[in-house]
């Protein structure tokens, strides 16, 4: 019933650039919460930066000054630019999404995407 795609990662050097996407799509009501999380290679999933749908934001604190979270309510995308990116901001990025499905109203559900790599290497 709902889908959660991220895209935008890729490969790119010390003190670059990336900006990751993130789209839900599917039975949706509304979404309150978006966020996107990261993986290491052999380590947990870790929060990156979050959102409420009022705009509110949250970010961890290996991110703050050079990562930057927004979204579009009337797209239910969430955004992720992210710069002065260093090695060790390497691992998988997946989007996590808190939303209501129609007919349902009352309950919130969390949903997350498959993933997209993110790479920083000379």
């Not at 839900?24 to 996107?36: D, K, L, P, R, V």
């Not at 579009?72 to 090695?87: E, F, G, V």
């Not at 498959?114 to 920083?120: F, I, L, M």
Request: glycine content about 14%.
């Amino acid at each position: 019933q709902v889908q959660v795609v991220e895209s935008g990662g890729g490969l790119v050097q010390p003190g670059g650039s990336l900006r990751l996407s993130c789209a839900a799509s599917g039975n949706i009501f509304s979404i309150n919460y978006m966020g996107w999380y990261r993986q290491g290679s052999g380590k947990q999933r870790d929060l990156v930066a979050g959102i409420v749908s009022g705009g509110s934001t949250n970010y961890g604190d290996s991110v703050k000054s050079r990562f930057t979270i927004s979204r579009d309510n009337a797209k239910n995308t969430m955004y992720l630019q992210m710069n002065s990116l260093k090695p060790e901001d390497t691992g998988v990025y997946y989007c996590q999404v808190q939303l209501r499905i129609v007919g349902t109203t009352s309950v919130f559900s969390t949903h997350w995407g498959q993933g997209t790599q993110v790479t920083v290497s000379p």
